[in-house]
């Protein structure tokens, strides 16, 4: 059974978006997300949000990011910021969702979507976050693309999957070379499903967002 991988490094994977940078080979036929990473940011930001969104402008990628705000980032938040928010206005520009990469200023993301009230689905990807932030982003309408990561604590992970809804839902290895299926297995256990229904359900939520 082909399970989609909501987001990989892994530029051989066949069904699932794989996040690239500006500059990197493209190959038809496979979907793709591009952007910034928080750890690459830096002064000289513009030529790369331009290769971006020339990506996006030829439709050759189905998402943006991952982009966001990391403590580890060479620069501060306040440049992290700007630089995010130019992220969302290709985003909100190409009708594309933006994916997320997320540390610790989640009170600052979730301000900005406020503000901004972007018609575009935000995914914060690889979340492995305290319950209560987890509570926080879903009354804001994030959706969430969680890894195997999150079966380090399988107790936090049970809870994990207690708060985020189906609707809200998606899976990812990452930059792992992991097989995706054990993390199906358990999402699709906590929701009392057959992995087969799970898969049927993030299908519909991909379709929803046009991938």
Same mark, same amino acid.
């Given at each position: !059974? +082909? ?10 994977e066949?069904?699932?978006?794989i996040?690239?940078f ?5 190959i *038809? ?8 990473? #928080?750890?690459?940011y ?5 030529k790369d &949000?331009?290769?971006i969104? =020339?990506l *996006?402008?030829?439709k050759?990628? =189905? *998402?943006?990011g991952?982009t966001?705000f990391?403590?580890?980032s060479p620069?501060? @938040?306040?440049? %992290? ?6 992220h ?6 190409y009708?594309?969702? &933006? ?5 610790k200023? $989640?009170? %600052?993301?979730?301000k900005i979507?406020?503000? &901004?009230k #972007?018609e ?10 305290? @319950?209560? @932030? ?11 693309s969680?890894s195997e ?8 992970? +049970?809870?994990l999957f207690?708060?985020?809804?189906t609707e809200?839902?998606?899976l990812?290895?990452?930059d792992?070379n992991?097989d995706? +299926?054990?993390?199906?297995?358990f999402?699709?256990? %906590?929701?009392? !499903?057959?992995?087969s229904?799970?898969? /049927? $359900?993030v299908?519909i939520?991909? /379709?929803? !967002?046009?991938?």
């Amino acid at each position: !059974m +082909e399970l989609f991988n909501f987001h990989t490094h892994n530029k051989s994977e066949n069904y699932g978006i794989i996040n690239i940078f500006p500059g990197d080979e493209i190959i *038809a036929g496979k979907r793709y997300s591009c952007g910034l990473h #928080p750890w690459n940011y830096s002064e000289n930001y513009d030529k790369d &949000l331009s290769k971006i969104e =020339v990506l *996006a402008k030829e439709k050759k990628l =189905v *998402a943006i990011g991952e982009t966001g705000f990391d403590p580890k980032s060479p620069v501060d @938040i306040e440049l %992290q910021t700007k630089i995010f928010l130019r992220h969302v206005e290709i985003s909100e520009k190409y009708n594309l969702p &933006l994916i997320i990469h997320c540390v610790k200023f $989640y009170n %600052q993301l979730i301000k900005i979507k406020s503000q &901004l009230k #972007p018609e575009n689905v935000w995914i914060i990807h690889g979340f492995n976050g305290k @319950i209560t @932030i987890a509570k926080e982003l879903v009354k804001n309408e994030f959706c969430f693309s969680i890894s195997e990561t999150v079966l380090q604590n399988i107790e936090k992970a +049970e809870n994990l999957f207690k708060i985020i809804p189906t609707e809200n839902l998606f899976l990812e290895t990452d930059d792992k070379n992991s097989d995706i +299926e054990s993390i199906y297995n358990f999402a699709a256990k %906590q929701f009392s !499903m057959s992995l087969s229904d799970l898969k /049927k $359900y993030v299908e519909i939520n991909l /379709k929803i !967002m046009g991938i």
